[in-house]
């Protein structure tokens, strides 16, 4: 791994002026513009950059299980396309499983299980809660078989490696815009904000981002909308806050919650009253930034972290190098830079379906 001596800060301008996907070759994925924690898995762990080089090919067909939350949603429709596309060019096996939601734990600890009875040499997990999957994670590190956390985060200690970014800087970055474009003694602004399931590390993360970077401007934030990001769900929940408080001027939230926000809000002719913000990409997300539609989301580039994980699960199958705690580089989208974005890197195909096996 090369790393670079120029430290990322954690704040990234809206025009970037480098997209990581910009000038990626079309028969390969990396070299990537990413970060490294150090040290591993610490909450308040340095990130530097450094420029991430996969593996060519795996050297036996290792069978790799990965459970994630749900395929509700064109996000985790994206890490899975990462997943199988990296196990197929890595020329491994694959199993994916899929909860059924946010309230679905017992399920998720049910299929680790299962992956664990079913020869798994490694498993990915994309967390449903930040704590409540600690002792399965535990119980089957202590069998010898890798676990990988990807885009969620937990808080166990017995991991392998994390492939995710910093959902608290995802949630700062949409934050900073607005504290940016309304900062102290400017006219009031008022923000719903819908961070997502409460309890999953990634929306506590995002949420606390995101207030302390509106912290001190103008930008009033009503009380956050916890909820699972079903699109029914981030949909009532919109709908009730924009009957209860007519005043607002920005949504602001998941991707699920800005795409069910377009639609109200244009059937309730407010587009020119009020903004939409979401701290991070999928499709939806990419098309009405395309369109005027939503103003600016950050890329976490999910395809990118998935198939990090993939690679680093081979890595350490394989006793390589390994880089523990790592994650694409963060960079915010816009209609100024839309069309300099490789979205093969930031988004699955728009004919993808899900795929749960990969032979």
């Not at 002792?135 to 969620?152: F, H, M, R, T, Y």
């Not at 995710?164 to 474009?181: D, P, Q, R």
């Amino acid at each position: 791994m090369t790393k670079t001596l120029t430290k990322l800060t954690l704040s990234t301008a809206l025009a970037a002026a480098l997209l990581p996907g910009a000038a990626l070759a079309a028969e390969a994925w990396y070299p990537y513009d990413a970060e490294e924690t150090t040290p591993a898995f610490a909450a308040d762990g340095e990130r530097s950059a450094v420029t991430y080089e996969a593996l060519d090919k795996a050297e036996k067909a290792w069978s790799i299980c990965a459970a994630l939350p749900h395929m509700k949603d064109a996000y985790w429709l994206g890490v899975d396309y990462g997943l199988v596309e990296e196990a197929r060019r890595l020329g491994v096996k694959l199993n994916v499983t899929e909860a059924g939601g946010y309230t679905e734990l017992a399920n998720q600890i049910s299929q680790i299980e299962d992956c664990v009875a079913g020869g798994a040499d490694a498993i990915i997990v994309g967390a449903i809660s930040f704590d409540g999957l600690n002792a399965v994670i535990s119980e089957v590190a202590g069998k010898g078989i890798p676990v990988i956390d990807v885009v969620n985060g937990v808080s166990s200690q017995d991991i392998a490696g994390k492939a995710l970014v910093s959902f608290n800087t995802m949630g700062s970055e949409i934050g900073n815009y607005l504290a940016e474009k309304h900062p102290e003694g400017s006219e009031e602004v008022v923000v719903g904000w819908f961070p997502g399931p409460a309890g999953a590390g990634w929306v506590e993360a995002a949420n606390t981002g995101f207030m302390d970077a509106v912290a001190g401007s103008a930008v009033k934030v009503l009380e956050p909308r916890y909820g699972d990001t079903g699109k029914e769900a981030q949909l009532k929940l919109v709908e009730d806050v924009l009957q209860a408080n007519p005043e607002v001027n920005y949504i602001a939230g998941t991707a699920v919650t800005a795409e069910a926000a377009q639609g109200v809000i244009r059937s309730r002719g407010l587009m020119d009253q009020i903004g939409i913000l979401s701290f991070y990409l999928t499709p939806g997300v990419w098309t009405g930034i395309e369109r005027g539609f939503i103003t600016a989301a950050p890329a976490d580039s999910m395809v990118i972290q998935a198939r990090m994980a993939v690679d680093q699960a081979v890595r350490i199958l394989e006793e390589k190098d390994v880089i523990k705690h790592v994650g694409p580089k963060i960079f915010v989208i816009n209609q100024d830079n839309l069309a300099d974005t490789d979205r093969s890197t930031v988004l699955p195909p728009e004919d993808f379906s899900p795929v749960f096996s990969v032979e």
